[in-house]
C-alpha cells in the first residue's frame, strides 16, 4: 500500500507560483511512476503533467501548463513536486498527486492505483 499527501496549495494572484508536494511512504518510491491531476469544480479530473520512475526521468505535461509548470522528484525524500509559475484564474482546482508501480509515464487517471487526498489552489484575476 502506498499513502500519498499532497501539501503547498493556497491562495495566489494571477502571475504568481506555488510549489506543490507529495509526500509519499509505503512502499520503494523510486520505482513508481507519479503524476499530477486538477479538478476544478463542475469538471471532469484532468492530467496536467507525470514523470517515469526515477531510473527514467521521463516527464509529460498537459498542453495548458507545458512551459509554465515543472514536475519533479527526490526519491531519497519520497517526495514529489510539481512547481507552478506564471499562475492563472483557470488553474483553480484542487490538485492530486498519483502512483503506480510501472516503468511507463502514465497520463490516463484510470491507470493510476493511489492517490492522494488534494490540495486546494486557487488563483484571483
Known amino acids: 500500500q502506498v499513502q500519498l499527501v499532497e501539501s503547498g496549495g493556497g491562495l495566489v494572484q494571477a502571475g504568481d507560483s506555488l510549489r506543490l508536494s507529495c509526500a509519499a511512504s509505503?512502499?520503494?518510491?523510486?520505482?513508481?511512476?507519479m503524476g499530477w491531476f486538477r479538478q476544478a469544480p463542475g469538471k471532469e479530473r484532468e492530467f496536467v503533467a507525470a514523470?517515469?520512475?526515477?531510473?527514467?526521468?521521463?516527464?509529460y505535461y498537459a498542453d495548458s501548463v507545458k512551459g509554465r509548470f515543472t514536475i519533479s522528484r527526490d526519491s531519497a525524500k519520497n517526495t514529489l513536486y510539481l512547481q507552478m509559475n506564471s499562475l492563472k484564474p483557470e488553474d483553480t482546482a484542487v490538485y492530486y498527486c498519483?502512483?503506480?508501480?510501472?516503468?511507463?509515464?502514465?497520463?490516463?487517471?484510470?491507470?493510476?492505483?493511489?492517490w492522494g487526498q488534494g490540495t486546494q489552489v486557487t488563483v484571483s484575476s
Open positions: 509505503g512502499r520503494t518510491f523510486s520505482s513508481y511512476a
Open positions: 514523470i517515469s520512475w526515477s531510473g527514467g526521468n521521463i516527464v
Open positions: 498519483a502512483a503506480k508501480r510501472s516503468f511507463r509515464v502514465l497520463v490516463d487517471a484510470g491507470e493510476y492505483d493511489y
